[in-house]
Nanobody
Framework: VQLQASGGGLVQPGGSLRLSCAAS????????MGWYRQAPGKQRELVAT???????NYADSVKGRFTISRDNAKNTVYLQMNSLKPEDTAVYYC??????????????WGQGTQVTVSS
């Protein structure tokens, strides 16, 4: 099982981006999917998570601007980012927590995608 993230890039302040992360392989279910980010010189931090049932959790810094969603049939999680600020600049990593496949994975991480917010 692997996670492949996409959708990062360069955007001006106030702009929008949509990140996607697809889990591939023989997957029965993924309990929680989410996004974390890491800015230069800082620790990795939670952005948002979503359960298989659709329950969501957001960092205070992104509430009202970012929306997380998932497609369970496609084992894919999305992050719609609006009203982007320079402080959102970071490498964004997707997470799959409690992955049920022929092998159980307690946690899997994607490779990261760069988001840069700059004029």
């Amino acid at each position: 099982v692997q996670l492949q993230a996409s959708g990062g890039g360069l955007v001006q302040p106030g702009g929008s981006l949509r990140l996607s992360c697809a889990a591939s392989g023989n997957i029965f279910a993924i309990v929680v999917m989410g996004w974390y980010r890491q800015a230069p010189g800082k620790q990795r931090e939670l952005v948002a998570t979503i359960t298989r049932a659709g329950g969501t959790n957001y960092a205070d810094s992104v509430k009202g601007r970012f929306t997380i969603s998932r497609d369970n049939a496609k084992n894919t999680v999305y992050l719609q980012m609006n009203s982007l600020k320079p402080e959102d600049t970071a490498v964004y990593y997707c997470l799959a927590d409690q992955v049920y496949s022929p092998t159980y994975y307690p946690e899997l991480w994607g490779q990261g995608t760069q988001v840069t917010v700059s004029s």
